[in-house]
């Protein structure tokens, strides 16, 4: 099992940036593959990117490629997202998720296994 603590949110003008962190803590960070989600309210659960085991490996869906950038450290159990260029429509409460066997480029949230609290981020215009 592993738990999932996320920083780093907060309000922020149109073409700001904002720089989450996902603390995690629990089974060889190494062995997951990681993502970021976001849910604005009355929206379902958007997957925004999401890295390799080993960080060698990345995805993004158009909406925020080229903006949002992931990483991990596994030496510090951590996975950053960096967001760039942030607009209004980002405005959402973003989580990191765990998944044990899945895979870096899986959008779904249902395979994946392990969940942070989230953190809010809001945009301004």
């Known amino acids: 099992q592993v738990q999932l603590v996320e920083s780093g949110g907060g309000m922020v003008q149109a073409g700001g940036s904002l720089r989450l962190s996902c603390a995690a803590s629990?089974?060889?960070?190494?062995?997951?593959?990681m993502g970021w989600f976001r849910q604005a309210p009355g929206k379902d659960r958007e997957f925004v990117a999401g890295?390799?085991?080993?960080?060698?490996?990345?995805y993004y869906p158009d909406s925020v490629k080229g903006r949002f950038t992931i990483s991990r450290d596994n030496a510090k159990n951590t996975v950053d997202l960096q967001m760039n260029s942030l607009k209004p429509e980002d405005t959402a409460v973003y989580y990191c998720?765990?998944?044990?066997?899945?895979?870096?480029?899986?959008?779904?949230?249902?395979?994946?296994?392990?969940w942070g609290q989230g953190t809010q981020v809001t945009v301004s215009s």
């Open positions: 998720a765990a998944d044990r066997s899945g895979t870096y480029y899986n959008t779904r949230s249902e395979p994946y296994d392990y």
């Open positions: 629990g089974r060889p960070f190494s062995s997951y593959v």
């Open positions: 890295i390799s085991r080993t960080g060698g490996n990345v």
